[in-house]
């Protein structure tokens, strides 16, 4: 069984950086893609990055593009997501998805992934 163990959340002040990490523990597949998602108060699980296993490629939601980076340790096993000049409306818990790999499906769809991290708070004030 896979277990996905989140850290790095916090409040911090706009403008301000954080960098979450999501470490994967148990049997993960090689092709195996990780993504974020997030989801604000009263609001729906959204979209916020993710990365392909192979060849590496990266997406990200367009309200974080240039702002957020999404990075893998392969030897940790560990995602990163480097959020960059935060804003209020940042403001989430954070969640980490992992996506086995064995069928080529949109990472942008939380229903596509197969395990996920307990989350993690981000609180950003302005």
């Known amino acids: 069984q896979v277990q996905l163990v989140e850290s790095g959340g916090g409040l911090v002040q706009a403008g301000d950086s954080l960098r979450l990490s999501c470490e994967a523990l148990?049997?993960?597949?090689?092709?195996?893609?990780r993504g974020w998602f997030r989801q604000a108060p009263g609001k729906g699980r959204e979209f916020v990055a993710s990365?392909?296993?192979?060849?590496?490629?990266?997406d990200y939601a367009g309200s974080v593009k240039g702002r957020f980076t999404a990075s893998i340790d392969k030897a940790k096993n560990t995602l990163y997501l480097q959020m960059d000049s935060l804003k209020p409306e940042d403001t989430a818990v954070y969640y980490c998805?992992?996506?086995?790999?064995?069928?080529?499906?949109?990472?942008?769809?939380?229903?596509?992934?197969?395990?996920w991290g307990q989350g993690t708070q981000v609180t950003v004030s302005s």
């Open positions: 998805a992992l996506d086995n790999g064995v069928i080529l499906r949109d990472l942008r769809v939380a229903e596509h992934y197969d395990y």
């Open positions: 148990g049997p993960t597949s090689r092709s195996a893609n």
């Open positions: 990365i392909r296993s192979n060849g590496g490629h990266t």
